[in-house]
């Protein structure tokens, strides 16, 4: 509140009435910077902008500082899974569009590790049997082909 000839003010804190303020302030400064001797003045205003510009940098700073604080983390978290599965969709489609069969799998980074880590050699068989001589799988993150005859070696 602000008594002013009897009259009560009610004034919220906003950034026009903090302008203000401080344009007021720095016009008393410069009033009574030109009562002191003139080659005082000079120094003391220079000083006193060098304050006002090394504030305003620190506010600058600070703004930028609660923008990244106040980001939604949220978001950034859905936009890095969604860049990730779309690589991974991308990756497997290329994959895809070989003409090697390719084992099809559940868990995207293990692929088939888990069956062929309990029986390889059963697995394989299995893969062999079902899906010809040569054929390509994920395991643990890795694509491999896999060749199963004596005479498809020789050709590559």
Known sequence: MHHRNGYKLHL???DEIVKLRTEAIHHTMVTQAMTKEPARVSTYLTRKA?????RY??????KVINIIYNTNS??????LIAVAGGLWLWRRSSLRQSNIPFIPYCIPFLGS?????NDSVDFLNTC??????VFQLLLAGKYIRSLHHQNITIQF
């Open 12 to 14: 919220k804190y906003s």
């Open 50 to 54: 060098l304050q006002y510009r090394n």
């Open 57 to 62: 940098k620190q506010i600058q700073i600070n």
């Open 74 to 79: 949220v978001a950034v978290v859905s936009i």
């Open 113 to 117: 590790s888990i069956a062929f880590s």
């Open 128 to 133: 062999q049997k079902k899906y010809g001589s």
